[in-house]
């Protein structure tokens, strides 16, 4: 035991034991990082859900149901309008002041779905709840109001763009 000291041995086994004690408490706090993050996440796309499903009800909502009959009856009265591309006399129809509620039910409704596809973009609402609650909803009224929006496109170019982006895009994926 010549040449031991048992300070040197003693002070190399306590920086050791601290190191490998320090590497452990590292390795603890990563973990326990990892799980606040991955709670976070989780109760961010609970919140998220809740949320699409908040907006989304509002189509749903008494005074939307007013609007949204008096879209339909504009629709189906002003189909032969539509198709045929005749959209100034469309125009003409809907800007006739005994007609009012039919424009403020299509703006409104026109309104509500950009901003509902503005979100979806963003990432703010859920594309696969509003996806299932609004994809067919979307087609058909896009499909029916395409050459009034493409109409009002020309003097206002960011026109219900998201709704437009929204609703190309499932109605493509219904294709598939």
Avoid at 8 to 33: C, E, M
Avoid at 92 to 107: E, F
């Amino acid at each position: 035991m010549a040449g031991w000291e048992p300070a040197l041995s003693l002070d190399y086994t306590t920086k050791v034991t601290l190191a490998i004690l320090a590497f452990l408490t590292l390795i603890y706090h990563i973990h326990n990082l990892e799980n606040q993050i991955k709670t976070q996440e989780r109760s961010n796309m609970q919140s998220k859900t809740k949320y699409t499903h908040e907006i989304c009800s509002d189509f749903r909502r008494p005074v939307m149901m007013e609007i949204n009959e008096d879209l339909r009856t504009l629709l189906i009265d002003q189909k032969i309008k539509l198709e045929s591309q005749n959209i100034k006399e469309f125009v003409k129809y809907i800007d006739d002041p005994t007609n009012r509620k039919y424009r403020q039910a299509l703006a409104i409704s026109l309104n509500y779905f950009e901003s509902i596809s503005a979100m979806v973009l963003a990432g703010d609402l859920d594309n696969d709840i509003v996806k299932r609650l609004f994809c067919k909803l979307f087609g058909r009224y896009y499909i029916r109001l395409k050459h009034y929006i493409n109409y009002r496109q020309e003097e206002a170019p960011k026109s219900w763009v998201s709704f437009e982006i929204l609703a190309k895009k499932w109605l493509d994926d219904e294709k598939v």
